[in-house]
């Protein structure tokens, strides 16, 4: 996929969220990249670049006391070759970004990973 149809995807699935989630964003850079990089990786705990589809990098709201300010912004990356990689077709490529990119902003928001895979769990139980 052309890297601008897969930048316009994403940026699809941010203006899907609740206004109420897109306007905590504001200090939140997401971005496109390609491939994670061994840093990313290694922050990330995985070994192979096409099992991290998306990462945070940042301070979880949660976490941010009253002296919290003046700082660079949060980082959500989308990896693009990882998804691609995991999915045959458009529609699925749509819907992992959109997944990924939920994932990455509840980070965001202060949700740790165990919690979040037990929340995407019962999500895909019922489907």
């Not at 941010?14 to 306007?23: G, N, W």
């Not at 301070?59 to 045959?88: H, M, N, W």
């Amino acid at each position: 996929m052309e890297r601008e149809k897969f930048e316009g995807l994403v940026e699809r699935a941010i203006e899907s969220l609740p206004l109420e989630f897109q306007r905590e964003l504001e200090n939140v850079d997401i971005v496109v990249e390609e491939w994670p990089t061994a840093v990313q990786l290694r922050q990330a705990k995985i070994r192979s670049p096409g099992q991290l589809l998306g990462l945070y990098q940042g301070v979880p709201r949660t976490r941010r006391g009253r002296g919290y300010g003046l700082v660079l912004p949060d980082k959500i990356s989308i990896f693009q070759k990882p998804i691609e990689a995991q999915c045959r077709f458009g529609y699925e490529i749509e819907a992992k970004i959109g997944e990924v990119v939920r994932h990455e902003i509840a980070h965001h928001f202060g949700i740790d990973e165990e919690t979040l895979r037990k929340i995407e769990g019962e999500r895909h139980k019922r489907k």
